[in-house]
């Protein structure tokens, strides 16, 4: 069974860009979950997204955008890149339901803004 | 808000010996998920263990165990006979009750652990 996985591996941007990351879960689940890690700040909660609604959101600006399409696979944007947008963006994809409904997480893509 | 600490920010341990991470959270949720990760340098973060509140029995998994102690907010991690491969950052990580739906992970700032062969 593929694992969660996450496109493109790297990117350079520059500042003032917009750039659109893509997740593809794993098959069966529903629901996808978005974080960045950044040395400073952690791992903190982007947004989720389940049956291609957003079902919870984290505490960022308004820059920060994603959709889920009808296969569960799911992208997030940013516009207007700044410096602080440099991080790792990681995916999450798990089941929904009492259980073994864990996240598993891909790769991440590693945002570089110039 | 929920809140999750980890008050080691580097451990290291000699090779076959046992290491225990620390981890306190703060939630008024009494059903809850606790969770610790793994983030070797590879980048992907690999679920270790998990734990749900309403269970008593404290969670293990071959080598690696927890500590659940629900009245203290405490969750550590033992990790028995280290193996270099092992060495990572560990992060521990909180979700709430299933009846509210999301998956949204609250995690801890992640304790490195150093295997010394």
């Known amino acids: 069974k593929a694992g969660v996985t996450q496109t493109p591996r790297y990117l350079i941007k520059t500042r003032g860009q917009q750039v659109t990351l893509s997740c593809s879960p794993i098959?069966?689940?529903?629901?996808v979950s978005w974080y960045q890690q950044t040395p400073g700040q952690g791992l903190q909660f982007l947004f989720e997204y389940f049956s291609e609604t957003q079902r919870n959101k984290g505490n960022f600006p308004g820059r920060f955008s994603g959709r889920q399409f009808s296969n569960s696979r799911s992208e997030m944007n940013v516009s207007t890149l700044e410096l602080g947008d440099s991080a790792l963006y990681l995916c999450?994809?798990?089941?929904?339901?009492?259980?073994?409904?864990?996240?598993?997480f891909g790769q991440g893509t590693r945002l570089t803004v110039v | 808000a929920q809140t999750v600490t980890q008050s080691q920010p580097e451990m290291s341990v000699q090779e076959a010996e046992t290491v225990t991470l620390s981890c306190t959270y703060d939630?008024?949720?009494?059903?809850?998920?606790l969770f610790w990760y793994k983030q070797p340098p590879s980048r992907q973060m690999i679920l270790v263990i998990r734990?749900?509140?309403?269970?008593?029995q404290n969670a293990t998994e071959n080598r690696f165990s927890v500590n659940f102690q629900k009245a203290a907010k405490s969750f550590s991690l033992k990790i028995s006979d280290s193996q270099l491969g092992d060495a990572a950052m560990y992060f521990c990580?909180?979700?709430?009750?299933?009846?509210?739906?999301?998956?949204?992970?609250?995690f801890g700032q992640g304790t490195r652990l150093t295997i010394n062969p």
């Open positions: 999450a994809s798990s089941l929904v339901g009492q259980g073994r409904n864990e996240a598993f």
């Open positions: 734990q749900e509140a309403y269970k008593q």
């Open positions: 990580a909180y979700r709430g009750p299933y009846a509210q739906g999301a998956q949204k992970l609250v």
């Open positions: 098959s069966g689940h529903r629901s």
């Open positions: 939630t008024s949720e009494s059903d809850y998920y």
